[in-house]
């Protein structure tokens, strides 16, 4: 299973709301990835976390918040979003136990609009 | 600092004509290099990566990429492009020192007309 799992695939949140997204992955990757992008841009990175705990937080804004239960799952909570923060949300993992597949796999991505 | 160049925003190119898409680099310390294929509204799918090894590399569908470490590029041709291979393409590097950080180039538009 190579592959990266993400949800929901689309979401409408007001300014007010709290969400979450979800990512899942099953390849015993050691890092997982939040990404940014917004159309026609490359994906800009937020947050990463290694080994189930965040190792880079590129200066996100705090009202997104970063979880990681467990090795498989990876949570971006929102709150108080602005229009701005509306784009694509991509999750990544990579790294198996060899240490030696730097290829980040990407999820589908989680299209959000804030209105 | 580190950083990735891609030329071209957008590439047009007719069926079955030969394609190139330029990738620089600029690095002081060793890197990885990738390239992503972005399809509307899907996520990034890896096309082909450098790590080590044979500088040409090639992906399952005919795409090609060859490494040139004295003039810091990584750029991807295709000899006979077709309308499917219409997306946006994005050249990317790590570093040996830290996988974790994936840096992007601006993208390249490839345009496939009939």
């Known amino acids: 299973d190579t592959e990266v799992t993400q949800t929901p695939k689309h979401l409408v949140m007001g300014m007010t709301n709290k969400k979450s997204l979800k990512c899942e992955q099953h390849m015993g990757h050691r890092a997982m990835y939040w990404y940014k992008q917004k159309a026609k841009k490359p994906p800009e990175l937020m947050f990463v976390?290694?080994?189930?705990?965040?190792?880079i937080n590129e200066s996100v804004p705090s009202r997104f918040s970063p979880e990681c239960p467990n090795s498989s799952l990876l949570n971006l909570h929102l709150h108080a979003l602005q229009p701005e923060d509306s784009a694509l949300y991509l999750c990544a993992s990579s790294q198996d136990r060899t240490g030696l597949d730097y290829e980040q796999y990407f999820g589908p991505g989680t299209r959000l609009t804030v209105t | 600092a580190q950083s990735v160049t891609q030329l071209d925003s957008q590439v047009p190119v007719f069926e079955e004509a030969p394609v190139e898409l330029r990738c620089n680099y600029s690095s002081s310390v060793s890197v990885y290099l990738f390239w992503y294929v972005q399809y509307p509204n899907q996520g990034l799918q890896l096309l082909l990566k450098?790590?080590?090894?044979?500088?040409l590399v090639e992906s399952i569908n005919g795409f090609e990429a060859e490494f040139n470490k004295s003039q810091t590029s990584f750029h991807l041709r295709k000899p006979s492009v077709h309308i499917s291979d219409t997306a946006e393409y994005f050249c990317a590097v790590t570093f040996h020192y830290n996988t974790d950080k994936l840096i992007f180039g601006t993208g390249t538009r490839l345009q496939v007309f009939p």
């Open positions: 450098y790590l080590s090894g044979s500088t």
């Open positions: 976390y290694s080994y189930e705990k965040l190792s």
